[in-house]
């Protein structure tokens, strides 16, 4: 897979998980609550879901926000 994916984050989460609405839109559910640890448990979460290891996926905008931009390449 390659090309930009949509991401919103629910942070803090009980379950960790992926759900994928198509159109490359995702819910991804986090156990973590900093800015710094989610952006990183995402990129680890995404790349399990995807099958792509996680130095191919990037944050390409929303490091402060719940609604982020990544880029798969």
């Given at each position: 897979?390659r090309?930009?994916?949509i991401?919103?984050?629910?942070p803090?989460s009980?379950k ?6 198509g159109?490359?839109?995702?819910l ?29 996926i ?16």
């Open positions: 897979m090309g930009e994916i991401v919103r984050v629910r803090g009980d960790v998980g992926v759900e994928d609405f159109n490359s839109r995702y991804v559910k986090t156990s973590s609550t900093l800015n710094s640890q989610i952006d990183l448990e995402i990129t680890e979460i995404l790349s399990h879901h995807l099958g792509v290891p996680p130095n191919r990037k944050l390409k905008s929303g490091i402060d926000s719940q609604n982020k931009v990544f880029q798969v390449i």
